[in-house]
């Protein structure tokens, strides 16, 4: 089992930036694939950004590119998602994501699909206004 709990959501006006933090404990974190989705009110939850347990890979949904940037630090066993030049259209619950390489959905799925990843975070709230 891997326990996730974000930080760092908040409040912001456009243009702003914010820094989103995802701590993980328990079974061997540093080796696995970790991402950030997002869920607005009353829509599915999407993609945001993803990383190969190496950090060798990264992957962006279109809309972000360019002003998210997700990292991890395994010596801390925490990931991160630097946001800049906030919209109001990325104001979401933001959730942070592991996979487990024991289990058959990492070999199966890609790191885009929220059906890969086993072990999710409360969420945390970002709010962007006009």
């Known amino acids: 089992q891997v326990q996730l709990v974000e930080s760092g959501g908040g409040l912001v006006q456009a243009g702003g930036s914010l820094r989103l933090s995802c701590a993980a404990s328990?079974?061997?974190?540093?080796?696995?694939?970790m991402a950030w989705f997002r869920q607005a009110p009353g829509k599915e939850r999407k993609f945001v950004a993803a990383?190969?347990?190496?950090?060798?890979?990264?992957y962006y949904t279109d809309s972000v590119k360019g002003r998210f940037t997700i990292s991890r630090d395994n010596t801390k066993n925490t990931v991160y998602l630097q946001m800049n030049s906030l919209k109001p259209e990325d104001t979401a619950v933001y959730y942070c994501?592991?996979?487990?390489?024991?289990?058959?959905?990492?070999?199966?799925?890609?790191?885009?699909?929220?059906?890969?990843?086993?072990?999710w975070g409360q969420g945390t709230q970002v709010t962007v206004s006009s």
């Open positions: 990383m190969s347990w190496s950090g060798a890979s990264t």
């Open positions: 994501a592991s996979d487990d390489p024991h289990h058959l959905s990492a070999a199966l799925r890609s790191m885009t699909d929220v059906f890969r990843y086993d072990y």
């Open positions: 328990g079974r061997t974190p540093s080796t696995y694939a």
